[in-house]
């Protein structure tokens, strides 16, 4: 199981500690377009992605969709602010394909958490996974070529990207799809 491996990568937990959390995780299935979470909703569930690509967008003031982030198989996935705060998220995440999840309430969470301190562990590696992959994003943006920032998605996810929309793609570049048409056809 994914999930199993993803959680003993931490060395964080003994194996019934993984077995017992696994019990606290539901199934949940979802298709291409729906979404996980929208805007003005709560997000109360954290998610592991057992199959499918997401993405995690925002509107723009014009009514433009900015797609700032792809979740593959094996990620975590969460409104992270909503569930945080407790308040309406400010982002959709939308599944890109048919897509399988294992989900997690926030209240099995704090009941994982009172039980064992490697719980408050793994929650504060994962808060610095995001600070970390949020900060690489700015960077990337700022520095990268948008040439450079495709093919780094590129190397990191090979058998998704292809699958995702040119649209999907060129917003999370910050580029038009016909900038987008250009690199594709030069990395190829």
């Known amino acids: 199981m994914q999930l199993k491996l993803f959680l003993a990568q931490f060395n ?39 199959k499918g690509v997401f993405r995690s ?50 209240d099995r969470i704090d009941d994982l958490l009172a039980k064992s301190p490697a719980w408050i562990h793994f929650l504060k590696i994962m808060a610095e996974q995001q600070y970390l992959e949020l900060e690489g994003r700015v960077f990337q943006l700022q520095r990268d070529s948008a040439q450079e920032r495709y093919q780094n998605l590129i190397e990191e996810q090979p058998e998704y990207v292809r699958r995702i929309s040119v649209q999907h793609l060129a917003s999370y570049l910050g580029i038009t799809q016909r900038h987008l048409s250009r690199i594709r056809k030069s990395v190829v």
């Open 57 to 106: 967008f925002y509107m723009t003031t014009k009514g433009d969709e900015m797609t700032y982030c792809f979740r593959f198989p094996g990620d975590m996935m969460a409104a992270y602010s909503a569930f945080i705060t407790g308040k309406g998220s400010v982002e959709y995440i939308q599944a890109l394909s048919d897509a399988e999840l294992l989900v997690i309430p926030k």
């Open 12 to 50: 964080l937990f003994t194996e019934t500690e993984i077995e017992e959390a696994i019990l606290l995780f539901s199934k949940k299935t979802f298709k291409k377009g729906s979404h996980f979470v929208r805007e003005g909703e709560k997000c109360s569930e954290v998610a592991f992605i057992e």
